[in-house]
């Protein structure tokens, strides 16, 4: 199957900072990645579509301005955790679809983000 | 209507056994049907995927068995290992849009 990255894998960071997770598509091309969020024992929370050179899609509930998406490239999705708080602690995961159309999408390892 | 309910929350399976979690789902335009595999600390892996035009899809010892009239689809995990230990999601997608995905069950594979 195909690789996505994630960098860091683990962060720790003051509350009132901010933070940027890097999703990273290391063997194909993907016009658009995805941010989930999932808290212990749940499932995956879709935060945001993010597509190549355009601006970002955010799901319901979800503020925007806390969270920003870049997708500068074809391989290259970031998270910025803006201002974060303890209630921001979270394990973050992105996903990249692959561009055949087949709809497959392909997870990174996850960032655990603890906001003290 | 976008939503994918997933059964049971938890299963212990003795190993060797064969492991079974349902999913039902309303929207009929769902066209693709895919399962993950996530053990703790881990992003999920894609396991296996199916989709409507085909009612069974085997890929070493998973099976996915999809019902299309009755809008529901299963993870059948066969001679189960230890290993397989793992929270398991079910997923549905409309024309490569967005995955929905199901609330996941944890399943414990017994020595």
């Known amino acids: 199957g195909a690789v996505v990255s994630q960098h860091p894998s683990r962060v720790i960071c003051k509350s009132g900072t901010s933070v940027k997770i890097e999703c990273r598509s290391l063997d194909f091309q993907a016009t658009t990645m995805f941010w989930y969020r999932q808290f212990p024992k749940q499932s995956l929370m879709l935060m945001a579509t993010?597509?190549?050179?355009?601006?970002?899609?955010?799901e319901q509930g979800v503020e925007k301005d806390k969270f920003l998406i870049n997708h500068a490239s074809l391989t290259l999705s970031t998270l910025t955790v803006t201002s974060a708080h303890p209630e921001d602690s979270s394990f973050y995961i992105c996903s990249a679809r692959v561009p055949s159309g087949s709809g497959e999408q392909y997870f990174g390892p996850g960032t655990r983000l603890t906001v003290t | 209507q976008q939503q994918v309910k997933q059964s049971p929350q938890s299963l212990i399976v003795q190993k060797g056994g064969i492991s079974i979690i349902n999913c039902a789902y309303e929207?009929?335009?769902?066209?693709?049907f895919p399962w993950y595999q996530q053990f703790p600390g881990k992003g999920p892996a894609l396991l296996i995927a199916i989709r409507p035009d085909v009612s069974e899809k085997k890929e070493g010892r998973f099976t996915i068995s999809f019902n299309k009239s009755a809008k529901q689809f299963s993870l059948h995990i066969m001679d189960s290992q230890p290993g397989d230990s793992a929270t398991y999601f079910c997923a549905a997608d409309q024309g490569a849009q967005k995955l929905v995905f199901g609330q996941g069950t944890r399943l414990t594979i017994n020595p």
């Open positions: 993010s597509n190549e050179g355009s601006k970002a899609t955010y």
């Open positions: 929207n009929t335009a769902f066209d693709y």
